[in-house]
């Protein structure tokens, strides 16, 4: 676990763990453009982010939001996966390319635009964030492209992961040294602020050699067991990606270890984004154990960190079980699992809140872990994570032997602000 | 639509609402009690209200939370179901009585204490709304029966609509002729301040002569279309209640018309209920139309005014169409619900914003709607509600014929500060 005094400390241990893994090449172009959507003064700001494969890999996969309004960058993405090959990923921020005029057509025109400057026959993913319903700029962009391919060079990871933020508090990358070679993944959003922009991205590469079919077998459910289990603002966006690319040129020994170390930097890279907003003062941990099934543990875990009653309550250092109680029973009762509410223990921090059927909080009891909530609080204006402490909550449903951990933040004034006045 | 300049002018109306249907009496006895649970300086005060059937009826019914952990009196409400007649329900705001040691006892003892002093062979409906978790005085509440039996009076019923308040901004009462006869309603809750004390507990009164089968088969029905159709916290509490009561004192020539001057009085106490809390700034109103079913309509409308991003855009008066595409899309596509983008069509105060699948709105349409909801808005902290305007968004999905209404309210610092800080 890390502490972190100054943001100098943090972007330092982040560029520690920033070195491309071998096969790579990275580029940011920074650059500015007038929306057609909006009279603007002065004009807006956007990144274009390349990440290339040195030579095109048929180790990719990717795993895409569930959202019902898809952007067209995730439109393409799917159709993607069929690809033999691909070159890499384009990445842009500001604007999400979602249900506008024409974004299937110029999110193409631009990879297709960039595969012929890189004299590529493989594809470019497009990936999209920022504000939806805008179109992207597409002439200033594809001038931007051969600056672009210009710029593509070895360097540490940290400058994409800073150019594809939108208003997330800090660049957020991990990593991880695997039998000679290593795992690297960046991320940015989700939730809390601009939400337009909350959207999910991450991207991770490696030089380990793992076969597609193998990659796609691990990928989907490795997601679902990391960043499908944290919510902020409980929606899945319309653009959430998640793509994993191999360059193929290290050896891999044991594909379970493989996997177990992927894992490990997908859990700590969703520690890193539900920590990463203005608004969030606390990261919340609810472990559900004894339950019947996985899904059921999520399932309420989730139901738990999504109540606002919970999230407010975290936020003001208030160990408030009856508001937590509530929230599980609302979703249990509403979902038709019962329950032997005599069976349930609750505990907030190691300390027992609910146990046999009664709530066993006393004034003592209440004022240690209102300490501890304090404790685990933090806020991160200064654009680093100062700690990486967690409320932790642990819930025992004495009905069977699964279990599951999800993460989740707390309700705070500046969630409100940011989310309210940020058009207006 | 009644517009309220100042609080007197809002109970003067609540008055006239408040005549009691023959065959009912009401009383309130306030009180003063020290808990066991805190070392307090100042004792707590609480409210018992009685509201007592002249003569004991078998025309009720009641329809109860299905939070998996109800309190006490939720579970002794659901036997009393099956009672051949009951006397009347008492009602104490302050402590909930969920989940502590004896507390369904501590009910018990006092409601037949009640009956004992009132000399009814049948029981009373216990009902308790406050912080979860503690015990009731119990030997306070019984000493103070007596005085509370010699206060019962016709009055009309806006002082025990007051009595039953925990933290709401304002006493709630409905009501409507009918035939001869009335039906009178009060409620408290729910939601948005100090949600241990959320409960939603309606309790509605009419002297129309309705058989104890025909209001059961059709009071849960009805209370599914009005009360479960709002949504603040999207919590259920531990102790939701409703009960309804006939004196049978007035005879009813159509069962259906009853039906729906019923369905009137809940729907217009639902919407008080949304309005009520203090961090409410705006009724939000979503009618779903053109659905398969009317459960889908109503699930989409929940997921809809559920999602912080949408709650908050609202507080912030931003006509923010992508984040109420983004909270639709999260819920079709989590449900699996196949749904054609292009077919969808959102309109927010009469003007479409969404058509064809792309967004229609431009700055001056943006402008427009910013205007239409701050006029929305309202304050209530003086303790009524100023108008009864609401930002009303309707959502045509062009897949069926199935259409839904529900009713939600906005997420203002409000909700926070008083939801973060009123216990530590």
């Given at each position: 676990m890390d502490v972190f005094e100054t943001k100098d400390k943090y972007l330092k241990v982040l560029k520690?763990?920033?070195?491309?893994?071998?096969?790579?090449?990275?580029?940011?172009?920074?650059?500015e453009f007038f929306p057609v959507e909006r009279e603007v003064i002065e004009p807006m700001k956007m990144n274009m982010t390349l990440i290339e494969l040195e030579k095109p890999t048929e180790a990719f996969a990717g795993v895409f939001t569930r959202n019902a309004f898809p952007g067209y960058p995730v439109e393409i993405g799917r159709h993607l996966l069929n690809e033999e090959k691909v070159s890499g990923v384009l990445i842009n921020n500001r604007i999400s390319n979602v249900r506008c005029q024409n974004g299937r057509e110029t999110a193409l025109n631009i990879t297709e635009k960039l595969a012929e400057i890189r004299q590529r026959k493989h594809p470019y993913f497009p990936s999209s964030t920022g504000i939806?319903?805008?179109?992207?700029?597409?002439?200033?962009?594809?001038?931007?492209?051969?600056?672009?391919?210009?710029?593509?060079?070895?360097?540490?990871?940290?400058?994409?992961?800073?150019?594809?933020?939108?208003?997330?508090?800090?660049?957020?990358?991990?990593s991880i040294e695997f039998e000679g070679g290593r795992i690297c993944a960046i991320a940015k959003g989700a939730g809390m602020i601009e939400p337009d922009m909350a959207t999910m991205l991450v991207f991770i590469l490696t030089d380990i050699d793992i076969k597609r079919d193998e990659l796609r077998a691990l990928f989907s459910p490795l997601i679902n067991r990391t960043f499908n289990r944290i919510s902020i603002d409980s929606d899945q966006s319309t653009s959430d990606t998640a793509l994993i690319f191999s360059s193929g040129l290290k050896p891999c020994s044991s594909l379970s270890a493989f996997e177990d170390a992927l894992q490990t930097v997908c859990l700590s890279l969703s520690e890193d984004i539900v920590r990463n907003g203005e608004g969030t003062s606390h990261l919340i941990r609810v472990t559900v154990s004894e339950a019947d099934t996985v899904d059921e543990a999520t399932a309420l875990g989730k139901a738990l960190i999504n109540s606002p009653l919970t999230k407010t309550a975290i936020f003001g250092n208030d160990p408030n079980v009856g508001r937590f109680l509530q929230a599980m029973g609302d979703y249990l009762g509403g979902n038709g699992v019962s329950i032997d509410p005599e069976k349930i223990e609750i505990s907030i921090g190691g300390h027992i809140v609910y146990h046999g059927g009664v709530f066993t909080l006393d004034g003592e009891k209440e004022k240690k872990l209102s300490n501890y909530m304090k404790d685990c609080s933090f806020v991160n204006s200064e654009g680093f994570p100062p700690h990486e402490?967690?409320?932790?909550?642990?819930?025992?449903?004495?009905?069977?032997?699964?279990?599951?951990?999800?993460?989740?933040?707390?309700?705070?004034?500046?969630?409100?602000?940011e989310n309210a006045d940020y058009r207006t």
């Open positions: 520690e763990r920033s070195t491309l893994p071998e096969g790579f090449k990275t580029a940011v172009q920074a650059f939806i319903g805008w179109k992207l700029p597409e002439q200033v962009m594809l001038k931007h492209l051969n600056p672009l391919s210009d710029k593509l060079n070895d360097d540490p990871i940290l400058s994409a992961a800073e150019a594809i933020m939108t208003t997330d508090a800090f660049p957020k990358v991990r402490q967690s409320v932790d909550m642990n819930i025992k449903l004495g009905r069977g032997s699964c279990g599951s951990q999800v993460l989740g933040s707390d309700l705070t004034y500046d969630y409100v602000r």
